[in-house]
């Protein structure tokens, strides 16, 4: 089952815009992720935010989380062409014998020159 | 350093046959976790290997099975193929747990007719 939903399923913006996703879950976390997946390619790592951590910053990315709200969010700033992708949050959870990474449904960016 | 390389990138296979995917992690990362990603189910956790054990599994059946070497390279298997089991699969390392950052490979897109 999904632990975390992104909110838009859908997103499209200009070049320069910003870009903001969301994400929710379910059950307390010790970390949450951020992903980036090119058109049916491997995902690749953005940025982990620590349960006790509310805001985190790499380079043009902004990642908040609100534990009571059990929700994250991502800004991408004065966004480009290139960061058109799907965007998915992933939270830790304890399933049958250790711990896996639970992802959303995703987030599918379109950025247009 | 290399990056997360699978093989073979593109599989197509009938129902009922065998398929062996094959991953090899960062040189150093000894935690290798498969996940299965699907337009309707999205991503989801398969398993993980740690220095040559299985430290989780995923929901999933027993047609699906994995394993590691000593040099931490994994495979995977699945067993009497169906239609459902078209997927892009995706292995992943990391220094630590399931649930550290990972590292993705490109990823083998299986489709089963």
């Known amino acids: 089952s999904q632990q975390g939903e992104e909110d838009p399923q859908a997103l499209s913006i200009q070049e320069g815009e910003n870009a903001t996703m969301n994400c929710s879950y379910k059950?307390?976390?010790?970390?949450l992720q951020w992903y980036r997946q090119n058109s049916g390619r491997g995902l690749v790592h953005l940025i982990l935010?620590?349960?006790?951590?509310r805001e985190k910053h790499s380079g043009r990315l902004r990642v908040t989380l609100d534990t009571s709200k059990k929700s994250s969010s991502l800004l991408i700033t004065a966004s480009r062409a290139a960061d058109t992708a799907s965007y998915f949050c992933?939270?830790?959870?304890?399933?049958?014998?250790?711990?896996?990474?639970?992802f959303g449904k995703g987030t599918s960016l379109l950025v247009t020159p | 350093k290399a990056g997360v390389t699978q093989t073979p990138r593109y599989l197509i296979k009938t129902r009922g046959q065998q398929v062996t995917l094959s991953c090899s992690p960062i040189s150093g990362h000894r935690s290798v976790s498969w996940y299965q990603q699907t337009p309707g189910q999205g991503l989801q956790f398969l398993f993980e290997y740690f220095s040559e054990t299985q430290r989780n599994k995923g929901n999933f059946p027993g047609r699906f099975s994995g394993r590691q070497f000593s040099n931490s390279r994994s495979e995977m298997n699945v067993s009497t193929l169906e239609l459902g089991d078209s997927a892009l699969y995706l292995c992943?390392?990391?220094w630590g747990t399931g649930r550290s950052e990972q590292f993705f490979g490109p990823g083998t897109r299986l489709t089963v007719l």
């Open positions: 992943a390392s990391s």
């Open positions: 935010i620590r349960s006790n951590e």
């Open positions: 992933a939270t830790d959870r304890f399933l049958n014998s250790g711990y896996a990474l639970n």
């Open positions: 059950t307390s976390i010790n970390n």
